[in-house]
Nanobody, 121 residues
Framework: QVQLVESGGGLVQPGGTLRLTCTAS????????MGWYRQAPGKERELVAR???????NYADSVKGRFTISRDNAKKTGYLQMNSLKPEDTAVYYC???????????????WGKGTLVTVSS
């Protein structure tokens, strides 16, 4: 089985920083695209940032210039560096990844359970 576990959420003041981590474990041959999504209370889940295996990235307009997504393929880990946080960034942040199991050519999409980020003074 494959598991994604997020960490690094918490309470931070406006203008502050947080670094989220997403670690994959289990039956994994290769991790293709990794992504971070968020869901604020009463809103739909939205894409925050995404990174391909070779490092190509894309970001939601609302976080461009403030957030940076990265990954360490050897550690099966993805990161989301969040700077200049705003109250509107408050949400549960979820990691997902397209993972290829051993002896397969197709990937499957997995989600973590999320980590809460609260930006408030």
């Amino acid at each position: 089985q494959v598991q994604l576990v997020e960490s690094g959420g918490g309470l931070v003041q406006p203008g502050g920083t947080l670094r989220l981590t997403c670690t994959a474990s289990g039956n994994i041959f290769r991790i293709n695209t990794m992504g971070w999504y968020r869901q604020a209370p009463g809103k739909e889940r939205e894409l925050v940032a995404r990174i391909t295996r070779d490092g190509s990235t894309n970001y939601a307009d609302s976080v461009k210039g403030r957030f940076t997504i990265s990954r360490d393929n050897a550690k099966k880990t993805g990161y989301l560096q969040m700077n200049s946080l705003k109250p509107e960034d408050t949400a549960v942040y979820y990691c997902n990844a397209n993972i290829v199991p051993p002896h397969s050519v197709r990937d499957n999409l997995y989600w973590g359970k999320g980590t809460l980020v609260t930006v408030s003074s």
